[in-house]
């Protein structure tokens, strides 16, 4: 079982930038990816951007240039760096942990980003 804990939501005006940090627990195994996804009021859950225990990343085509996906050190924690925020970001952010053995996905509680124009 994998545990997600979310930090660094909440309200900042467009063209600012907050932080998004997710620290996992449990049994962590080498063979995974974390990422970020969003949803906004009355709209499916969509992915933002992934990023394997080997480092390779991948973003939603309307973030790419203003958001970075990174990893910590022990590689159980995952960064947003959101810059450039624009209304349209707003949502509740998740993370995931997913593993590539058991092919579960584990996620966060959320937390919720609002950018105010």
């Known amino acids: 079982q994998v545990q997600l804990v979310e930090s660094g939501g909440g309200l900042v005006q467009a063209g600012g930038s907050l932080r998004l940090s997710c620290a996992a627990s449990?049994?962590?195994?080498?063979?995974?990816?974390m990422g970020w996804y969003r949803q906004a009021p009355a709209k499916q859950r969509e992915l933002v951007a992934t990023?394997?225990?080997?480092?390779?990343?991948s973003y939603a085509d309307s973030v790419k240039g203003r958001f970075t996906i990174s990893r910590g050190n022990a590689k159980n924690t995952v960064y947003l760096q959101m810059n450039s925020l624009k209304p349209e970001d707003t949502a509740v952010y998740y993370c995931?942990?997913?593993?590539?053995?058991?092919?579960?996905?584990?996620w966060g509680q959320g937390t919720q980003v609002t950018v105010s124009s």
């Open positions: 449990g049994i962590i195994f080498s063979s995974n990816s």
């Open positions: 995931v942990y997913h593993d590539y053995i058991t092919g579960e996905n584990y």
């Open positions: 990023i394997t225990n080997g480092g390779s990343t």
